[in-house]
């Protein structure tokens, strides 16, 4: 009996971890995080970089302390962002230019959970429900798409003027 005991033992580990199912990470998405992405074009709506060294700080408001955070620091030929949203219902982002300007872009938004399954979790996307930005380096900011999920995609473009020069 104890020679058997070994194989009885195996047979019934084998039974029980057949008996339960396997984790699905393997089904979990690879990106689970989403981020807002900008697109810099010019006025007539072509892309365009940002060859000046760019920093964008996220700004976010707490009850009583605003809280600054680098999210890119010194990008150069900038013609795309990549940019996380907060979990409060508005983001403010702080671009800093290289001659000291700065343009303030506020994106408000409506925060949706998205649960994926147990071993993943839940993901946030996003609802955009209005966006502002000053206009002393940029000219305006258009939201054209307002469903910010883990998905690549352009969100809002930026625009600037582009003035031609003589050669």
């Given amino acids: 009996m104890m020679k058997k005991l ?19 990470v393997e089904n979990c998405p690879p990106n689970a995080l989403a981020y807002a992405q900008f697109n810099f074009v010019d006025q007539y709506g072509k892309s365009v970089e940002y060859t000046d060294t760019l920093t964008v700080i996220g700004q976010l408001q707490t009850a009583d302390t605003l809280i600054y955070d680098t999210l890119i620091n010194k990008s150069t030929n900038t013609s795309t962002l990549s940019l996380p949203l907060s979990y409060g219902e508005q983001t403010r982002f702080i671009f800093q230019y290289n001659n000291r300007q700065r343009d303030i872009i506020t994106v408000n938004h ?19 429900t209005s966006a502002e930005a000053t206009t002393r380096m940029l000219d305006s900011l258009v939201i054209t798409n307002p469903n910010i999920d883990n998905y690549e995609k352009e969100n809002f473009k930026i625009y600037f003027t582009i003035t031609a020069t003589n050669e």
Avoid: H, Q
Wanted: aromatic share 22%; net charge negative.
């Fill in 6 to 24: 070994p194989i009885v033992f195996s047979l019934f580990l084998l039974a029980v971890i057949s008996f339960f199912p396997a984790c699905e």
């Fill in 110 to 128: 409506r925060n949706i959970p998205y649960f994926i399954n147990l071993d993943c979790g839940t993901m946030m996307f996003y609802e955009v």
